[in-house]
Nanobody, 128 residues
Framework: QVQLLESGGDLVQPGGSLRLSCAAS????????IGWFRQAPGKDREGVSC????????YYANSVQGRFTISMDKAENTVYLQMNDLKPEDTALYYC?????????????????????WGDGTQVTVSS
């Protein structure tokens, strides 16, 4: 069973930066997708950025394009989310999730229903 552990969430001022980490264990295949999702109070869960381990294909939500960067360290089974120029609307609980589905691996699709294993989340709060 795949297990995921997020870290790196914090309170930061607008315009600041954070780097989130997602450490995966229990992987049984070299091919998978890892996604970062977020959920703010009263809002639906949103796919922020996803990456495929097979081809390195990446997806970014329009709301974070140009500000966030996802990367993968295959040797460490860790996926990072570098978040720059943070805005108050980025405040949310950030989750990482794993998908073994071919559709996610092939296209880095960032739909939550395609991801079967989830971490417990790390809180990001952007406030002055």
């Amino acid at each position: 069973q795949v297990q995921l552990l997020e870290s790196g969430g914090d309170l930061v001022q607008p315009g600041g930066s954070l780097r989130l980490s997602c450490a995966a264990s229990g992987l049984t295949s070299d091919y998978y997708a890892i996604g970062w999702f977020r959920q703010a109070p009263g809002k639906d869960r949103e796919g922020v950025s996803c990456i495929s381990s097979r081809d390195g294909i990446i997806y970014y939500a329009n709301s974070v394009q140009g500000r966030f960067t996802i990367s993968m360290d295959k040797a460490e089974n860790t996926v990072y989310l570098q978040m720059n120029d943070l805005k108050p609307e980025d405040t949310a609980l950030y989750y990482c999730a794993h998908s073994a589905y071919e559709s996610a691996i092939a296209t880095a699709t960032c739909r939550a229903r395609g991801y079967g294993s989830w971490g417990d989340g790390t809180q990001v709060t952007v406030s002055s």
